[in-house]
T-cell receptor
Framework: AQSVTQLGSHVSVSEGALVLLRCNYSSSVPPYLFWYVQYPNQGLQLLLKYTTGATLVKGINGFEAEFKKSETSFHLTKPSAHMSDAAEYFCAVTQGGNNRLAFGKGNQVVVIP | NAGVMQNPRHLVRRRGQEARLRCSPMKGHSHVYWYRQLPEEGLKFMVYLQKENIIDESGMPKERFSAEFPKEGPSILRIQQVVRGDSAAYFC????????????FGPGTRLTVT
């Protein structure tokens, strides 16, 4: 079965600084990987996804993530944090043919002015 | 194109009552998923449905919980005889079908059991 590990439930970052959220997965077959963002009392919004092809994927709001098979990782980055990036971020994995998503426990990002 | 719709957004039930949560997928989407978000636990998969079929219910509690996605109308997640531990946010997601692995989420229903 697939699973996702996100370390550090709360992440503080200064406005303008690099945002780095780590995601490691386990999967017995080539995974499909996703990052979602959740604002308070709202549903999840897809930030970006990796299925096949280019391992560096770009998403909305200036975020990007790189799939590294050798490290079983899919870390999320943004060069310069903005106040509007304060939210909870979830990494998720699914296996081809099985559309069930397995989520990490999430990172609550706080942006410090 | 309207997104995934869920209602009600907030639902309060007393212990022992029934809760019915509704989900209307995005237009053109025939696959529906339900997830539950418990405090400090993240999102957990519950059930995956297509029209008139349950494809995967491996995440559903064995008792009191059921789900359906009829030919016409929204998908329904039903919880009978609710207990305090059922208090959570329940999210519905939809996707167009096989070959597309993107799931689009609704705003959720926040169930509180008193």
């Amino acid at each position: 079965a697939q699973s996702v590990t996100q370390l550090g439930s709360h992440v503080s970052v200064s406005e303008g600084a690099l945002v780095l959220l780590r995601c490691n997965y386990s999967s017995s077959v080539p995974p499909y990987l996703f990052w979602y963002v959740q604002y308070p009392n709202q549903g999840l919004q897809l930030l970006l996804k990796y299925t096949t092809g280019a391992t560096l994927v770009k998403g909305i709001n200036g975020f990007e993530a790189e799939f590294k098979k050798s490290e079983t990782s899919f870390h999320l980055t943004k060069p310069s944090a903005h106040m509007s990036d304060a939210a909870e971020y979830f990494c998720a994995v699914t296996q081809g043919g099985n559309n069930r998503l397995a989520f990490g426990k999430g990172n609550q990002v706080v942006v410090i002015p | 194109n309207a997104g995934v719709m869920q209602n009600p957004r907030h639902l309060v039930r007393r212990r022992g009552q029934e809760a019915r949560l509704r989900c209307s997928p995005m237009k053109g989407h025939s696959h529906v998923y339900w997830y539950r978000q418990l405090p400090e636990e993240g999102l957990k998969f519950m059930v995956y449905l297509q029209k008139e079929n349950i494809i995967d219910e491996s995440g559903m509690p064995k008792e009191r919980f059921s789900a359906e996605f009829p030919k016409e109308g929204p998908s329904i997640l039903r919880i009978q005889q609710v207990v305090r531990g059922d208090s959570a946010a329940y999210f519905c997601a939809s996707s167009p079908g096989l070959g597309s692995y993107e799931q689009y989420f609704g705003p959720g229903t926040r169930l509180t059991v008193t």
